[in-house]
């Protein structure tokens, strides 16, 4: 029989385990790749920031006016008001979807299968032109003279209003489909547990279901605000008064299309960048317990390595 014997095992005063030091792997091809794609933006930014015809004179003296404030005002609020109808939407059609009702299923499918199937643009454009269809918007008893309110169309679809009334339920089509994974992703044993203790159906979707479900729906729906952000660019084709609207305004007057362009991709890469911040948090809060651990952005590996290599060297110099 061959005695194999660990060196924590060695009498002899032979090294043990712990004072082994690990030696990584050495990835060679990696900080190849690394340093060529440096280079390469390193060569990309110095191209962009000489070249004359992009006008950073111009694109400093449109970066912060006014007009440009004016429009991200709006993008801003069409943002965040088109995700709370389409989230509030697209919750009510899920439940819908859900519903063991062949007329509320199928009015939901409906719904998803209209706006999901049709682009975007041309939601908007259908809405910012809807007075071609109906002039007056009137409420009254169906198939009477009777109508207890009657307005005229271009006076209640403002491009701002047609601009959200289109982002919002296209969003709460795809809205709907994120919630109703979240709600499916549920064990239905609780919702069986809530009925057997008296909740109603309505409660326990409310107070048991939703709140177990948003574990799945919050990040993907940090995506779709992104999205949504960048998204609200396309209302420029009925004059919404947005970012891009505003920034069209500006060069169809002084013909430098290339300068502000940038000034709008300065803008779309600020806020989005922004909406990043909560987003991360969000993913990692209601991930909690389902993420792997060892799951770590290289950032934070090269962080977490560098404080452990500084850590280590110090307890050296101590000992």
Do not use: C
């Not at 060679?28 to 962009?48: H, M, N, P, T």
């Not at 919630?179 to 008296?198: C, F, K, T």
Request: aromatic content about 8%.
């Amino acid at each position: 029989m061959i005695d194999i014997k660990s060196p924590a095992d060695d009498t002899t005063g032979t090294t043990s385990m712990r004072d082994l030091e690990i030696v990584p792997v050495r990835n060679y091809g990696r900080w190849i790749a690394a340093v060529a794609s440096l280079l390469a933006l390193v060569g990309l930014v110095g191209s962009l920031a000489k070249n004359d015809n992009l006008h950073w004179d111009i694109v400093g003296d449109y970066l912060f006016a006014d007009l440009i404030f004016d429009g991200m005002a709006t993008t801003l609020w069409l943002t965040a008001a088109a995700m709370l109808l389409g989230l509030a939407l697209g919750t009510l059609i899920a439940v819908m979807r859900l519903s063991s009702s062949p007329v509320l299923y199928g009015l939901a499918n409906a719904f998803v299968w209209v706006f999901r199937g049709t682009p975007l643009l041309v939601q908007i454009i259908f809405w910012g032109y809807a007075a071609a269809l109906y002039k007056y918007v009137k409420i009254g008893i169906p198939f009477t003279d009777v109508t207890f309110f009657q307005a005229e169309t271009n006076t209640l679809l403002t491009p701002a209003i047609a601009a959200l009334l289109a982002l919002g339920l296209n969003e709460a089509a795809y809205a709907s489909e994120i919630v109703r994974a979240g709600i499916q992703s549920v064990d239905p044993g609780q919702a069986e547990a809530a009925h057997s203790l008296g909740m109603r159906p309505a409660l326990t979707m409310r107070r048991i279901v939703l709140p177990q479900a948003m574990r799945v729906i919050i990040p993907p729906m940090g995506n779709e605000t992104i999205n949504m952000l960048k998204m609200t660019a396309l209302v420029s084709v009925i004059s919404a008064h947005d970012l891009m609207s505003n920034i069209q305004d500006v060069y169809a007057q002084n013909y430098q299309v290339i300068p502000m362009l940038v000034v709008a991709s300065i803008w779309y890469l600020a806020l989005v960048t922004l909406l990043s911040v909560p987003q991360a948090w969000l993913e990692r809060r209601y991930g909690r317990g389902t993420t792997r651990a060892g799951h770590v952005s290289p950032l934070r590996r090269l962080l977490g390595g560098t404080m452990e290599r500084l850590g280590k060297n110090s307890k050296e110099q101590n000992r």
